[in-house]
Structure formats: C-alpha cells, structure tokens
C-alpha cells in the first residue's frame, strides 16, 4: 500500500510563494504519472500540474508560468512550487500518484490534502 504525505501548506498573501510537498512510502514498481489537484469550497476538484514518468509536465493554463511541478526520486517526493499566489489559487491541495504501467493494473493513490489559504 502506497501512502502520500503532504506538507508546506499555509497561509500567504497575495503574490507569496510557497512550496508543496508529497512524500510518499510503500513500495511503488512504477509510476505512470504524479500531479497536484486542488478543490476550493463548493468546487469540483481540478488538475493543477502533472509530471509523467519521462519528465514531461502539464499545468492548467491558470497556473502555467507560476507554479512549477518537480520530483526527487531518491527522496521518493513530489514537489509544487507555487509563486505569485493568488486569492482563486486558495484550496485544499492534493497529490496523486498513480501506479501500474498496464491499464489493468493501474491504481491512484492520494494524499490528505493540505490547506493553502492565500488573503491579505
């Protein structure tokens, strides 16, 4: 069973900076993808970025050129440096991971979601 521990939410105000962390632990073959979610009071839950196995990364186009999604592997730990925080950027923020190269045996897993509250 893999587990997902984030961390460095808080609160910032308006273009402030933080940075997220996802440490995982388990055992964990592969990974297809790691990305951050976010979910706002009475919103649905939203892909904010992305990083696939071979690096490649993906934003929503609200963040793109603010925030920045990073691994360490030896660290087991995925990052999201957030910059220029805005009010609409505050949320709950989740990490996936999803495991599993073939399709059948593909598996999600989450964290608990930390609190970034961005208001002057």
């Known amino acids: 069973q893999v587990q997902l521990v984030e961390s460095g939410g808080g609160l910032v105000q308006p273009g402030g900076s933080l940075r997220l962390s996802c440490a995982a632990s388990g055992i964990i073959n592969s990974i297809n993808l790691t990305g951050w979610y976010r979910q706002a009071p009475g919103k649905e839950r939203e892909l904010v970025a992305l990083i696939t196995s071979g690096g490649t990364t993906v934003y929503v186009p609200s963040v793109k050129g603010r925030f920045t999604i990073s691994r360490d592997n030896a660290k087991r730990t995925v990052y999201l440096q957030m910059n220029s925080l805005k009010p609409e950027d505050t949320a709950v923020y989740y990490c996936?991971?999803?495991?599993?190269?073939?399709?059948?045996?593909?598996?999600?897993?989450w964290g608990q979601g930390t609190q970034v509250t961005v208001s002057s």
């Open positions: 996936k991971v999803q495991t599993g190269l073939a399709v059948a045996q593909r598996r999600d897993y």
